[in-house]
């Protein structure tokens, strides 16, 4: 079983930046693509990035292209999203996610309990 703890959401205005944080409580931490969804207020949850257990790493081209970095420290079992040039489309809960050694987190077997970002106009 692997507990994440995510972290780092709060109230941001348009165009400034955050970074989730999303703490592992696994020993074989390197094995686990890890990576983020979201979901907004009646919108189903959808994929944002990942970094995978072998070190590359994909976005959602919709949300996060060019703005959202995905990184992953394996000392600290922690991996990160920094978030810039928020937009208020971004608001939402975001959720840590992981799966032991898939290539995109097709099916995640453990979930954050999530943090809420929101993005004022």
């Known amino acids: 079983q692997v507990q994440l703890v995510d972290s780092g959401g709060g109230l941001v205005q348009a165009g400034g930046s955050l970074r989730l944080s999303c703490a592992a409580s696994?020993?074989?931490?390197?094995?686990?693509?890890m990576g983020w969804f979201r979901q907004a207020p009646g919108k189903e949850r959808e994929f944002v990035a990942a970094?995978?257990?072998?070190?590359?790493?994909?976005y959602s081209t919709d949300s996060a292209k060019g703005r959202f970095t995905i990184s992953r420290d394996s000392a600290k079992n922690t991996v990160y999203l920094q978030m810039n040039s928020l937009k208020p489309e971004d608001t939402a809960v975001y959720f840590c996610a992981a799966q032991a050694r898939s290539s995109w987190l097709e099916s995640p077997e453990f979930w954050g309990q999530g943090t809420q970002v929101t993005v004022s106009s």
């Open positions: 970094i995978r257990w072998s070190g590359g790493k994909i």
């Open positions: 696994t020993r074989t931490f390197s094995t686990y693509t």
